[in-house]
């Protein structure tokens, strides 16, 4: 049974302060670890994608992978009221064919 | 970016009837799409997996005679909800994905069934 756990939050931040959002995740062959933001009512959408130990920086979001921990998270810079969303964790098999999502964090950005 | 879109938006529909949902992708050839279904404050759970020209691939406890997919040409796949019940009543959200890894969601349908 593949697993990936994320604290459901919320995760409450003040505008301009730095959000961390972290998942764990249970199949070691995940390869490609991809983070969506979901508005309340909306279809996910793609924020960016890590399949290399390390950061990876993309404007105000970092991702950060350990894959010896089973660990990934998402960092966002200069938080902005727009960014209170649900965060959500999606590591993909190693056949590149699907993913699994974890619950998600509810992020808010208080102004 | 790829856009995907889906349609209806929205759809009310009567117990015991059928309903049909159209996931297309606008600027890319899907070669896989995929199905999910939110219910509310609940996370994604993936329905089926379908590739263009062959039969979807479904989760462990979806019925493949209730949810009908087919994914006729590699910018459309479709679902049908049969003879939907009030537990169907859902968001339900295609994704689609070309040769790369990641995949673009559908605006998504909501369902409800009265």
């Known amino acids: 049974q593949k697993e990936v756990e994320q604290n459901s939050g919320p995760l409450s931040v003040p505008e301009g302060a730095i959000a961390s959002l972290n998942c764990t995740y249970s199949?070691?062959?995940?390869?490609?670890f991809f983070w969506y933001r979901q508005y309340s009512g909306k279809s996910p959408e793609l924020i960016m994608f890590?399949?290399?130990?390390g950061d990876k920086e993309d404007g105000r979001f970092t991702a950060q992978l350990n894959k010896a921990s089973q660990y990934v998270s998402l960092l966002i810079r200069d938080s902005q009221p727009s960014d209170s969303a649900t965060y959500l964790c999606?590591?993909?098999?190693?056949?590149?064919?699907?993913?699994?999502f974890g619950p998600g964090t509810r992020l808010s950005v208080l102004p | 970016g790829a856009v995907v879109s889906q349609h209806p938006s929205w759809v009310i529909c009567k117990s015991g009837t059928s309903v049909k949902i159209e996931c297309r992708s606008l600027d890319f050839q899907a070669t896989t799409m995929f199905w999910y279904r939110q219910f509310p404050k609940q996370s994604l759970m993936l329905m089926a997996t379908s590739n263009e020209g062959s039969k979807a691939t479904y989760e462990q406890g979806v019925e493949k005679d209730k949810f009908l997919i087919n994914h006729a040409s590699l910018t459309l796949s479709t679902l049908t909800v049969t003879s939907a019940h009030p537990e169907d009543s859902s968001f339900y959200i295609c994704?689609?994905?070309?040769?790369?890894?990641?995949?673009?969601f559908g605006p998504g349908t909501r369902l409800t069934v009265t």
């Open positions: 999606a590591p993909q098999d190693n056949y590149g064919q699907n993913f699994v």
């Open positions: 994704s689609a994905r070309e040769d790369r890894y990641e995949q673009y």
């Open positions: 199949d070691r062959g995940s390869q490609s």
């Open positions: 890590i399949y290399s130990n």
